[in-house]
């Protein structure tokens, strides 16, 4: 699969105007569009960028086009200070930047506050979310969690060095996962758009932005997309309480937990999520 490097230049970019900024947006894109199943959209959370789905999508693109965008603040998408990064800034842009490449309707596969982003999208526009897959969501007043309100905080671009921030990122990455080894790709990638001064002010931004009020207003019922609930399910930062609950909201949801797997469930159980994946959308079940 692709290192991050590889990855990035694989993106291709849009332009959309979210809050009467016009902003560029990274996405990558594979795939042919089938007539008969929408493309599957990939969503990203905090602190990651599209990269985490490097051994997800290229192998669902085998059947069907994908696309997963950086979200705003994120990866290669647009960094500079002077926009808003919160889930319904990227709410907007998602449904922007689908605009631009001319796509009607999708499956929606989401981690993180990337969940919070397809939740909130999911519940203002039914009619375009055909499949939903929620893994370790931000969702009602799950989030956010003290490491990402620690990165908020006015003084953390400022004051944090490199060393500090390398520090904490890898708390979050590698101390992060459930088996600490082979993972050393991941890690470096998820750290990678963060070591320069802009990715630097950027996750500070990105992280205050995180509002928990974006996913309280939610009318959740309004959620009618066949929708998987695929968790880790020894995560403590997104338990499986709140995947329940979703469980028992939304219209039409399943829960599918997978054991030795914390917050970052794609890369933990990788083949697993991949396997279970492919035969929701392709069945509409959890195999």
């Known amino acids: 699969m692709p290192g991050h490097e590889e990855w990035s230049d694989r993106q291709g970019t849009a332009t959309v105007t979210v809050d009467g900024h016009e902003l560029e947006v990274a996405y990558y894109s594979d795939g042919e569009s089938n007539d008969d199943e929408p493309p599957v959209v990939f969503v990203h959370g905090i602190p990651t960028w599209s990269f985490l789905w490097r051994d997800i999508a290229p192998e669902i693109a085998e059947d069907r086009r994908v696309i997963a965008p950086d979200l705003l603040g994120y990866g290669n998408s647009a960094m500079a200070d002077g926009f808003d990064r919160s889930i319904r800034a990227q709410e907007a ?34 009619d375009v979310v055909d499949q939903l897959v929620l893994s370790n969501a931000v969702c009602y007043d799950s989030w956010p969690v003290e490491f990402v309100n620690d990165l908020g905080l006015p003084s953390a671009a400022e004051e944090t060095t490199d060393e500090e921030l390398d520090a904490k990122l890898d708390f979050a990455f590698a101390d992060g996962l459930y088996d600490d080894e082979g993972h050393e790709e991941f890690v470096a990638g998820m750290k990678a758009p963060w070591q320069t001064e802009a990715g630097k002010l950027s996750l500070s931004r990105n992280a205050v932005a995180t509002n928990t009020n974006h996913t309280t207003e939610l009318d959740y019922g309004a959620i009618t997309a066949e929708t998987l609930l695929l968790w880790g399910g020894d995560d403590v ?12 909201d939304l219209q039409d949801a399943e829960l599918s937990t997978l054991d ?21 959308l392709s069945e509409g079940e959890a195999s």
């Open 93 to 126: 842009m998602l449904d922007a930047l689908l605009d631009r490449l001319g796509v009607e309707t999708v499956a929606l596969v989401a981690h993180d506050i990337g969940g919070g982003v397809a939740l909130r999208y999911a519940s203002h526009e039914p």
């Open 237 to 248: 930062l997104q338990p499986v309480s709140y995947a329940e609950r979703l469980e028992d």
């Open 260 to 280: 030795r797997a914390y917050h970052w469930v794609v890369e933990d159980r990788t083949e697993a999520y991949r396997d279970r994946l492919e035969s929701f």
